[in-house]
C-alpha cells in the first residue's frame, strides 16, 4: 500500500512538474506590432572621408607596397624629409617591419615621397 503511494504520488509530482514547463512557454512575452514600432531598426549614415593620398610620380606603387599596414595619413603627417632620409624610411620598412617592395619600386616610392613630403634641398 506504502508503495503504491509513492509510485501515485511521483507521478503527480510528474505531471505538476510537466504542467508547469508548459506554463512557463505560455508567459513568453511576445512583441506587439505597437512595441516593434517603438524599437524599430536604425540605420545610421556615417560620414565618409576620402582617403587624403597625394597625387605623384609612381603614387600607385606608393598605394599598393606602403599603405597595407598603416594609412597614408600616417606618412604625410611626417616633417618634409631629404631624399636621403626618405629612402632611410623607405628602407626601415623592408628591414624592420618585414615590407617585401623590390628595389624598383623602393626607388619609385621614394621618388613619389620626395615629391609629395620632400624638403626644399631634396631635389
Ligand atoms: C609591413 C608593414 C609596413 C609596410 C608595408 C610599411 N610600413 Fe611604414 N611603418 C610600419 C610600422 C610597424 C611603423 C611603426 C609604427 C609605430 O611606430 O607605431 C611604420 C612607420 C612608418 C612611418 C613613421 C616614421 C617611422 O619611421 O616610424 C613612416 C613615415 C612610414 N612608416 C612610411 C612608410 C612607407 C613610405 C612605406 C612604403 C615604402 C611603408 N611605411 C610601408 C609598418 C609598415
Not at 506590432?33 to 524599437?39: D, H, S, T, Y
Not at 587624403?52 to 595619413?73: F, M, N, Q, W
Not at 623607405?90 to 628595389?103: F, H, L, N, P
Not at 619600386?105 to 620626395?114: G, H, T
Amino acid at each position: 500500500m506504502r508503495k503504491a503511494n509513492c509510485i501515485c504520488s511521483a507521478v503527480m509530482m510528474g505531471i505538476v512538474f510537466c504542467l508547469s514547463l508548459v506554463g512557463q512557454t505560455q508567459q513568453v512575452p511576445k512583441a506587439s506590432p505597437k512595441q516593434a514600432a517603438v524599437n524599430p531598426v536604425h540605420t545610421i549614415v556615417l560620414p565618409q572621408y576620402p582617403p587624403e593620398i597625394a597625387a605623384g610620380p609612381h603614387v600607385d606603387t606608393y598605394r599598393k607596397d606602403c599603405l597595407i599596414c598603416h594609412s597614408s595619413r600616417y606618412v604625410a603627417m611626417q616633417p618634409r624629409f631629404s631624399k636621403g632620409v626618405w629612402e632611410k624610411e623607405v628602407k626601415k620598412m623592408v628591414d624592420a617591419y618585414g615590407a617585401t617592395i623590390s628595389d624598383a619600386e623602393q626607388k619609385e616610392i621614394v621618388e613619389y615621397l620626395v615629391a609629395v613630403r620632400g624638403a626644399s634641398d631634396s631635389k
